[in-house]
């Protein structure tokens, strides 16, 4: 899989910048998406980037892995 774009930005922000923007994403997902049978896909596949992504930043900025995120569908 192509993530050249998500490493290009991940490598110019610290793990605490990552983490907050993980946050505010999955605020937007909470509250910008309606939890509709219709949008269930797209929930749930913006919640798994969500959770890849929170992973992605744990692991670089070195903190240890907590339990796995919520799903926010």
Request: with cysteine; glycine share 6%; aromatic share 2%.
């Amino acid at each position: 899989m192509e993530t050249g774009n998500v490493d290009v930005v991940l490598m110019r922000i610290t793990g605490n910048e990552c983490n907050a923007a993980t946050e505010d994403l999955a605020r937007y997902l909470d509250t910008g998406l309606p939890a509709t049978e219709e949008s269930l896909t797209a929930r749930e596949l913006l919640a798994a980037l969500l959770n890849d992504l929170s992973n992605e930043c744990l692991t670089r900025s070195g903190a240890p892995s907590p339990k796995p995120p919520a799903q926010h569908i």
